[in-house]
């Protein structure tokens, strides 16, 4: 055995045994944001046999503060996030087989992604949406992998594990539908403390370790919610939170997976594309006022519009009162859904 996991080993959850077990599990995370970094550079460092990470984006110097897989060089490059942590994480342990994909993950795609390389013993949340949660549960549940959740804004945080055919909710048993969009503050308007990142991320890894060594009794059974800046922490326990009725576990419709929400579309003879947002309405006012520190916004009752930065480029985007939104200056369907959770997808 390795001598680098020989600490972890004296764990008395862990020993020979369980390392063994992460040995030959495979773990998959979606979004190598803050999150997805630092789950993915524990599990790699505690020998996790195969670590797949998917992404669409590419590292930007406004990561740097809270994504530690990845450098200025890698911002200055424009380096794929999920080519950046696969070049990292293989210097970091050799042994481990980091699998980097590109990918914009939608329902489409999803299934294909995830049996692509052998269905995942664990899936984990690296992402900033609901619109991609809901996904990720509904894949979850399709194929009964567990799903560790995590989210963390400002200086708050969140985290809880999901396990289908256990008994336990899936993630729509506690939020049935997904926040209006332009209702839930995104980290580029109410920004991120990288501690808090940190924690959730560790999290998550934790729980995904006790997944992977099949020590179920230990799996955490709660919604984990904390604000660090307060110093305030609860705990909802999740042992009566499964509902019959659920639309996803209960009855077995997996409209995420399907494409409840439609696509997004590039528009013929235009350099956009355009984002469908669901049809639930938003509060365009309370929008514009949400991103007046990321740009100029002109804000009416029918749409708002503004130029924003993704990616070290200049895009104009227009969302209307519907929650259709439009993309002006690429084609590029995964630019345009990045765009649109930054700025505007709870």
Known sequence: MDPRYARQMRVEHVGEAGQARLGSSHAMIVGVGALGCVSADLLVRAGVGTVTIIDRDLVERSNLHRQPLFTESDADEKKPKAIAAKERLEVVNAGVEVR??????HCENALGLIEGGGVPDVLIDGTDNFETRFLLNDCSVKLGVPYVYGGAISTKGSAAVFVPGRGGPCLRCIVPEAPDAGTQPT???????????????SYQAAEAMKVLMGQWDRVMGSMLSFDLWEGVRTRVELGDAKDAECVCCGKGEYGYLEGERGLPQALCGQQAVQIAGGGKMIDLRRLGASLEGSGDFEVKDYMIRGMVEHGGERFELTCFADGRAIVDGTVDVGVARAVYSRYISS
């Open 187 to 201: 980290c580029e308007s109410a920004g991120v403390i990288g501690a808090v990142s940190s924690i959730i991320g």
């Open 100 to 105: 980097g994909i590109i990918a914009d993950f």
